[in-house]
């Protein structure tokens, strides 16, 4: 079946500006969370929503940052007032959740690179 | 804080050989472990989970490893391929919705 996407694969901006990432998780994924890889770097966990729950945002390294979830489907981060520092991949994973065996296993797409001038 | 570490950080290998890749984590009260791979360029590409249950979890040439009470999984990847080279990550689901990732074991296998 088909994976999770995201789009758009390649973003490049100028400082200042806002810019919105998307992201299509599998379908009847419950779970959602965004992550950033910055060049040589570990994955920093941002957010995350789980079904019709307040999402944990406490990853969210400032208030530039923000994420909604429609539908319980697709999710978009925003980040307003773009810095250089923003520039990074941005990973999205999402997971069954509910009573599958695996539903706290991890699907990843295949990230927006971000580059900020 | 969950800390997780992955050792080595790089590792060359030539084609054919069995190879382990270490990871190892500060908190032994986990929900799972699972194991990625990162090709370049590209997101990450599940291998396999780990629940907290189970010591160990097989697909194919890999084999994963689970000793909750030292804090460590191993990969072991036997007979290996030139298109096994990449980053191999592990993460740890800690909290009920944090996963901790090590930094990777970048792998290149030479033919």
């Known amino acids: 079946g088909a994976g999770v996407s995201q789009s758009p694969s390649n973003k490049v901006t100028e400082k200042g500006k806002d810019v919105e990432l998307r992201c299509d998780p599998i379908?009847?994924?419950?779970?959602l969370y965004w992550y950033r890889q910055s060049l040589g770097q570990g994955l920093e966990f941002l957010i995350y929503f789980q079904g019709n729950s307040a999402p944990d945002k406490s990853g969210l390294p400032s208030d530039r940052f923000s994420a909604e979830r429609t539908g319980g489907s697709v999710s978009t981060l925003t980040i307003q007032r773009t810095q250089q520092e923003d520039s990074a991949v941005y990973l999205c994973a999402s997971s069954p959740g509910g009573r599958a065996d695996n539903y706290n296993e991890q699907f990843f797409g295949p990230g927006t690179r971000l580059t900020v001038l | 804080k969950q800390e997780v570490t992955q050792i080595p950080a790089a590792l060359s290998v030539p084609e054919g050989e069995n190879l382990v890749l270490n990871c190892s984590f500060t908190?032994?009260?986990?929900?799972?472990l699972q194991w990625f791979r990162q090709d370049p360029g590209k997101g990450l590409t599940s291998l396999l989970l780990i629940q907290s249950s189970q010591r160990e979890q097989t697909s194919g040439r890999l084999n994963a490893s689970l000793d909750k009470s030292s804090g460590r999984s191993t990969l072991y990847i036997a007979a290996s391929q030139p298109g096994d080279s990449a980053t191999y990550l592990c993460?740890?689901?800690?909290?009920?919705?944090?996963?901790?990732f090590g930094s990777g074991t970048k792998l290149n296998v030479k033919p």
């Open positions: 908190d032994s009260a986990i929900y799972n």
């Open positions: 993460a740890v689901n800690a909290d009920f919705n944090k996963f901790y």
């Open positions: 379908s009847g994924h419950t779970a």
